[in-house]
T-cell receptor, first 110, second 112 residues
Framework: SQQGEEDPQALSIQEGENATMNCSYK?????LQWYRQNSGRGLVHLILIRSNEREKHSGRLRVTLDTSKKSSSLLITASRAADTASYFC??????????FGQGTRLTINP | NAGVTQTPKFQVLKTGQSMTLQCAQD?????MYWYRQDPGMGLRLIYY???????DKGEVPNGYNVSRLNKREFSLRLESAAPSQTSVYFC???????????FGPGTRLTVL
């Protein structure tokens, strides 16, 4: 079964708005990562947050991690058409591998 | 610096045929992975190699075998292809298992 589950499964917003995606997981982790996948392509790493971190920023991306609730959120500010993609969280539960969620499909409308 | 390369990009097989998917990375990474992605789904780990000389089963290993040929190359073999193995296959690598992973462009496999 999937360790991470994203919510919502699909999100459609207007260009310029902010997009928030959530990820919940089941077991304790060492780190949590977010990836983006454009249609038909491989995944691209966005950001890694360690279990002892609560918030991390990278450009227009902001990731939070709440280990007590076993959840993380990815915020994309001032969205652009190029942000249209699927976004996946991946957890590293200390088993020498990542476990991916099923993803959130984000559509940015012009 | 090509990153992670996969061959072939597309393949059509008949049920029962065998084939090997090739993956190579030029980043001197220790860990390599094979995933499959079905429509509307996330990635499921087939096999991984945490370091050269080791391989381990992932979530969905049945019907597959792997070889970590050297530090650069990690191949995935389908011995007797089945329609249920129709999927997009991604290879990935990372410096160590807890680091970010770099993905190849994928192989789109159809088994008839």
């Amino acid at each position: 079964s999937q360790q991470g589950e994203e919510d919502p499964q699909a999100l459609s917003i207007q260009e310029g708005e902010n997009a928030t995606m959530n990820c919940s997981y089941k077991t304790s982790i060492n780190n949590l990562q977010w990836y983006r996948q454009n249609s038909g392509r491989g995944l691209v790493h966005l950001i890694l947050i360690r279990s002892n971190e609560r918030e991390k920023h990278s450009g227009r991306l902001r990731v939070t991690l709440d280990t007590s609730k076993k959840s993380s959120s990815l915020l994309i500010t001032a969205s652009r058409a190029a942000d249209t993609a699927s976004y996946f969280c991946a957890t590293e539960p200390g088993a020498q591998k990542l476990v991916f969620g099923q993803g959130t499909r984000l559509t940015i409308n012009p | 610096n090509a990153g992670v390369t996969q061959t072939p990009k597309f393949q059509v097989l008949k049920t029962g045929q065998s084939m090997t998917l090739q993956c190579a990375q030029d980043m001197n990474h220790n860990s390599m992975y094979w995933y499959r992605q079905d429509p509307g789904m996330g990635l499921r780990l087939i096999y991984y190699s945490a370091s050269e000389g080791t391989t381990d089963k992932g979530e969905v290993p049945n019907g597959y075998n792997v070889s970590r040929l050297n530090k650069r190359e990690f191949s995935l073999r389908l011995e007797s292809a089945a329609p249920s193995q129709t999927s997009v296959y991604f290879c990935a690598s990372s410096e160590y298992y807890y680091n970010e992973q770099f993905f190849g462009p994928g192989t789109r496999l159809t088994v008839l």
